[in-house]
C-alpha cells in the first residue's frame, strides 16, 4: 500500500480558496488513481474529486466548477485546489489511493486535514 500525507488545511473566509497537497510514497504513484474525500460532523464520508492513472477527472456535483484536482507523477502529489469556498465545504479531508487506476476501489487512506470556512 502507499503511504499519503496531507497537508494545506486551515481556516478561510467564504469566497476564499485554499490548495491541499497529498504526498504519497512507498509504491508506484503513478499507477494509483488518487482521490480527495471530505468528512463534515455527523456525515458520511464523501468523495470530492478523483483522478485515474491517465488523468480522467471527476468531481461531486458540489464542488464542481469550484474545485480541481490534478496530479504531478513526478513529485507523487496530488492536489485539489478550492475556489470560492462555502461554509458547507467544511469538513476534514482525506486523500485516498486506488492501486488499480480507476478510481473504484481506494484502499489507502491520509490521516486528513481540516478544512474550515467561515461565513
Known amino acids: 500500500q502507499v503511504q499519503l500525507v496531507e497537508s494545506g488545511g486551515g481556516l478561510v473566509q467564504a469566497g476564499g480558496s485554499l490548495r491541499l497537497s497529498c504526498a504519497a510514497s512507498?509504491?508506484?504513484?503513478?499507477?494509483?488513481?488518487m482521490g480527495w474525500y471530505r468528512q463534515a460532523p455527523g456525515k458520511q464520508r464523501e468523495l470530492v474529486a478523483a483522478?485515474?492513472?491517465?488523468?480522467?477527472?471527476n468531481y461531486a456535483d458540489s464542488v464542481k466548477g469550484r474545485f480541481t484536482i490534478s496530479r504531478d507523477n513526478a513529485k507523487n502529489t496530488v492536489y485539489l485546489q478550492m475556489n470560492s469556498l462555502k461554509p458547507e465545504d467544511t469538513a476534514v479531508y482525506y486523500c485516498?489511493?486506488?492501486?488499480?487506476?480507476?478510481?473504484?476501489?481506494?484502499?489507502?487512506w491520509g490521516q486528513g486535514t481540516q478544512v474550515t470556512v467561515s461565513s
Open positions: 483522478i485515474t492513472s491517465g488523468g480522467v477527472t
Open positions: 512507498g509504491s508506484i504513484f503513478s499507477k494509483h488513481a
Open positions: 485516498a489511493a486506488d492501486p488499480n487506476g480507476l478510481g473504484i476501489r481506494f484502499n489507502s
